[in-house]
């Protein structure tokens, strides 16, 4: 096993080399990836993104179990020291599940952590929107874990399933994702009166910028941003964080497509760093 080839131990402290484990229905999770390289600018990553059978977001959550499942035990076949569910669908329907299957490894879900900045920046003045796939909102996952937080809280939810399709097919910078914005949010937001929206998916924050130009009054979370804090924490605890790696990262696709490949590229701005990014097709 790869494992014992990167422990290293340095004095008395360990370092662990192996790489981070994320994971999406397809390029969403891309979104926490240069996060965590600004963070944990020592960290390496395989990421599996499930592009063949994306969107999981208005799946039957035994559909999404059973790839999740495949998609995780791929993850552990590669000696992953942790595994970040980069998706909010993924979350919401398999993360005690997939606790359970690894229980020797650390498996971080991308909605507590946010829930918990929401909550931590609200008060019962704010009127707090979040928007996501069916299943995520299905699951009232958000909406309870804010609460859980301050059952004072002002929570609203709205399912906005044609998000996902268009971005996978890389129609972001144009009208016909504008208008879908608004065909979604314009009455949602006016009238439950938001003023904090979550991005409770993560392929939305390749579309902040246009929800921000539409709306600039709004103060947006960033799930895919707030992911990384309990990344470090955990590592940190753990003793397992990466020390002088080789900064090689390897993404793998269920379909290898020229988008998934571009999107990579323009989500890390490749150009500007000293990443070594390899590519591969798998097929589950
Ligand atoms: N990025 C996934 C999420 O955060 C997208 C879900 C989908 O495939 O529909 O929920």
Same mark, same amino acid.
């Given at each position: ?16 080399? #192996?790489? +981070?484990?994320?994971?999406? *229905? ?17 960290? #390496? ?29 791929? &993850? ?18 398999? &993360? ?11 498996? +971080? ?18 009127? +707090? ?9 299905? !699951?009232?996952? =958000? ?9 004072? &809280? %002002?929570? =609203? ?13 890389? +129609? ?11 065909? =979604? ?22 579309? #902040? ?5 539409? /709306? ?7 799930? *895919? =941003? ?7 924490? @955990? ?13 090689? %990262?390897?993404? /793998?696709? *269920?379909?290898? !497509? ?5 999107? @990579? ?10 990443? @070594? ?8």
């Amino acid at each position: 096993m790869r494992v014992g080839e990167a422990l290293v131990t340095k004095g008395n402290k360990t370092m662990d080399n #192996r790489p +981070i484990g994320f994971f999406d *229905s397809g390029l969403g999770g891309l979104t926490c990836i240069p996060n965590l390289f600004s963070e944990l600018p020592e960290e #390496r990553v395989i990421y599996f993104g499930d592009t063949a059978r994306t969107p999981y977001g208005s799946k039957a959550v035994s559909t999404i179990r059973h790839y999740a499942a495949q998609i995780a035990d791929f &993850l552990a076949s590669q000696g992953v020291k942790m595994m970040v569910i980069a998706c909010n669908t993924i979350t919401a329907t398999c &993360l005690e599940e997939l606790r359970l299957r690894f229980p020797k490894t650390p498996i +971080i879900g991308i909605i507590k952590p946010a829930a918990v900045k929401t909550a931590s920046i609200c008060d019962e003045s704010n009127n +707090i929107g979040i928007i996501a796939t069916k299943v995520t909102i299905a !699951s009232d996952d =958000y909406n309870m874990m804010i609460k859980e937080q301050d059952p004072h &809280l %002002n929570v =609203y939810s709205k399912a906005t399933p044609a998000f996902v399709p268009l971005i996978e097919e890389g +129609i972001i910078d144009n009208e016909i994702m504008n208008l879908t914005i608004r065909y =979604y949010l314009d009455d949602f937001i006016r009238d439950n009166r938001i003023d904090t929206l979550v991005l409770g998916c993560t392929h939305y924050p390749l579309i #902040r910028k246009n929800i921000q130009a539409i /709306y600039p009054q709004l103060r947006i979370v960033n799930p *895919s =941003y707030e992911i990384i804090s309990p990344i470090r924490d @955990i590592l940190t605890e753990q003793d397992m964080l990466a020390k002088e790696n080789d900064r090689e %990262n390897i993404f /793998y696709a *269920s379909d290898l !497509s020229e988008n998934f490949v571009n999107m @990579i590229q323009k989500v890390l701005e490749t150009e500007k760093s000293d990443l @070594i990014l390899k590519f591969k097709n798998l097929d589950l």
